[in-house]
């Protein structure tokens, strides 16, 4: 259902600030009611040297609707810490994944691991039926991502990889603005994700796993760049249907992996786009999305602002250059968290389905694939027919 014009008209008026604001889709169809569920036992699967653990353990510590957590860690060696950043939703620890799935049975399994390590602990999850919620990039080749997408379709289960950037209320208004129409057809977006450089001169960051492609699955793209290619896709509800890349070391650092990426893609309905992915910077963020379309256009900074500015002609639409601002809290993640929580309770929509996880996976993958080998990809998870055939 869409709001009648008089009513889109006042809510674009109304728009100063996104902080605690609904979005245009859920202002219109109104909040469904939804039965009490009662809170899910979760298993959390990782070790001391994986991505964001502390946070994710911290998140899982307040998020509604999680009853208790069991947590798997192989090395054993984060017992202590878990159960203090857990508090008293802490169950029990161990090193068995297969053990903690089939005496919890969890609605809900988050991984943290290695990447070359997660594979294995995801597809034992989704055997035992539980929804998986895992870090990116989740596996270091395509062959693992086609066996871990198979299994989730197979058990019917989502397998949900941690895109928290679609979690932003800037995004998802954003996204109403083009669903509704105010770009019109959209025809052309610029990409930046920035970080810094610092890290990568570190001893310790050039020893560890993540500086290697055999573990990690690759650099700077699959890191940090497929946020924005899987928000694009989420931005214009259209996949990337072609992509054609380069990948290189720019600063010289001692790393097998890249430290920046230059990506060219068109989608299936042909708005044309670019990504600038790399660490270039001393410190901080530069991270900002712009689209551009047959009525109007957007600008998204992400880092280090939290503002959206938009310009539209459309005859619904306010005069001049709109401007509206995001708090920085809650996190993204947490955000992202607390969507996937709702949706293994069965309250809502999954915040990513197994399939838009594919999607950007593929589409790192053939970028890659485009780099090493200088032509232009088709990617197969843009013909669901292609990727069944693979």
């Known amino acids: 259902m869409k709001c009648d014009t008089n009513e889109r008209r006042t809510i674009l008026r109304g728009i100063t600030a996104l902080g605690g604001m609904q979005t245009w889709q859920t202002h219109c169809r109104g909040l469904a009611g939804q039965p009490k569920h009662a ?46 950043l857990l508090g008293n939703r802490f169950a029990y620890t161990d090193q068995d ?21 997660a594979p294995a602990a995801i597809e034992e999850a989704l055997r035992w039926g539980s929804h998986v919620l895992t870090e990116k990039p989740a ?95 989420f931005l214009v509800n259209q996949p990337i249907r072609k992509i054609s890349a380069m990948c290189a070391n720019v600063g010289g650092q001692p790393i097998e992996v890249e430290d920046a990426a230059i990506v060219n893609f068109q989608t299936s309905k042909g708005m044309l786009g670019t990504l600038n992915t790399g660490y270039y910077l001393a410190r901080g963020k530069q991270n900002q999305v712009r689209i551009w379309g047959a009525r ?49 309770r069965g309250l809502g929509e999954p915040p990513i389905t197994t399939a838009e996880s594919a999607h950007a996976l593929d589409a790192v993958f053939s970028g890659y694939q485009a780099a090493a080998n200088g032509q232009t990809q088709t990617l197969a998870s843009s013909n669901p027919t292609a990727r069944r055939e693979r």
Not at 315 to 343: H, K, M, N, S
């Open 39 to 84: 809170p899910i036992d979760v298993v959390f699967i990782t070790e001391p040297t994986a991505s964001h653990r502390r946070s994710y353990l911290r998140i899982l510590a307040k998020c509604d609707g999680v009853r208790r957590i069991a947590v798997v860690d192989p090395t054993g060696k984060t017992v202590e810490e878990s159960q203090r």
């Open 97 to 117: 994944a297969k053990a903690v799935l089939a005496n919890l049975h969890p609605a809900l399994t988050v991984i943290t691991l290695e990447t070359h390590h």
């Open 139 to 233: 596996c270091v080749e395509r062959a693992q991502l086609d066996r871990i997408v198979d299994v989730a379709d197979k058990h019917q289960r989502q397998l949900m990889l941690a895109m928290s950037t679609r979690s932003s209320p800037l995004i998802k208004q954003a996204r109403s603005l083009i669903q509704e129409g105010f770009l019109g057809k959209p025809y052309a977006a610029t990409m930046d994700w920035v970080a810094d450089q610092t890290r990568l001169r570190s001893p310790d960051y050039q020893a560890s796993w993540l500086s290697f492609k055999n573990r990690a699955g690759g650099g700077k793209l699959i890191f940090h760049g497929i946020h924005y290619l899987d928000v694009i896709t």
């Open 296 to 344: 109007g256009w957007l600008e998204l900074q992400m880092l280090p602002e939290r503002r959206m500015l938009w310009s539209s002609s459309h005859p619904d639409a306010p005069q001049g250059v709109q401007d509206a601002t995001c708090p920085a809290t809650p996190g993204l993640y947490e955000l992202f968290f607390r969507a996937a929580i709702a949706f293994a």
